[in-house]
């Protein structure tokens, strides 16, 4: 373990380029006054790949991904061969956000299906973890990450679905991004999932932002600061300190995202 200068809180995936109330270097400058000190900034199509990375060259503090979302993989054509280009950058970090949601279906499931196998590939021939974005999708998610179990590690990231994914990822050696939906009240069934099955040295914290603010923030725009209020809540389900959840969570990124220094 890490001694504790080098143990430091890092919101997993964020959205700096969609907040509205307030720059990066504000959002940025805040969570950092809550000991967060390191930003993963997601891309998820070809419109919003450069700034992104942009970002990651603008701030020490932010890292990137490059990927194509779900909803948007009729746009992949249009990003495959920027991001070919530009995933040996040192601040992208992985392929991400990619996945599958059959919730909103707003790009054909084949498609989806077909985009987020050829991620995974573009993935493990670059030797970079991915970010994973899953809805109503469980038993093609994890066929997925069954099938490419051994050459892509990465996360299950904004961890919503069911204990039996939880299984099949961790399975496959995917690890848990948890997000504020595990402060919800209604989220009974996700407490008892992380308690119970994911180990403490598979849990990524993450915020969403601008979405899905903890309680209790909830009807705000989500910013980095704030994922401490989830921090809380999975150092309480993992019978943990704060420090040391966050000991553990350092080491779990620099394992994964081998380029986050």
């Known amino acids: 373990m890490a001694d504790a200068h080098n143990n430091f809180w890092i919101d997993t995936h964020t959205h700096l380029n969609m907040l509205k109330e307030r720059s990066p270097k504000v959002a940025i400058d805040e969570a950092k006054s809550h000991g ?75 498609l989806q299906m077909e985009v987020f196998r050829e991620q995974m590939e573009i993935a493990a021939s670059h030797n970079l973890p991915v970010q994973i974005h899953t809805r109503d999708a469980e038993k093609e998610t994890a066929a997925v990450l069954q099938e490419f179990k051994g050459r892509v590690k990465g996360i299950l990231h904004c961890f919503s679905s069911s204990r039996w994914l939880a299984e099949q990822g961790l399975d496959a050696g995917f690890n848990i991004s948890i997000s504020g939906i595990v402060t919800f009240k ?38 980095s600061s704030y994922m401490m209020h989830t921090a809380a809540v999975v150092a309480e389900l993992k019978g943990v300190s704060l420090e040391e959840l966050r000991a553990a969570t350092t080491q779990t990124n620099l394992k994964l995202f081998t380029k986050l220094k």
């Open 36 to 110: 967060i000190e390191r930003f993963l900034t997601i891309g998820t199509d070809s419109q919003d790949h450069p700034t992104v990375l942009k970002l990651a060259n603008e701030f020490d503090e932010v890292f990137c991904t490059l990927g194509v979302h779900p909803h948007d993989a009729e746009d992949f054509a249009n990003a495959k061969s920027w991001m070919l280009e530009n995933l040996s950058h040192p601040k992208v970090v992985a392929v991400g956000e990619i996945g599958l949601d059959f919730y909103y279906d707003n790009a054909p499931r084949e």
């Open 186 to 223: 209604s989220a009974q069934d996700l407490r008892d999932t992380i308690k119970e099955v994911v180990p403490l040295d598979r849990i990524h914290v993450e915020t969403d932002a601008p979405f899905l603010a903890p309680t209790p923030c909830r009807g705000k725009e989500n910013h």
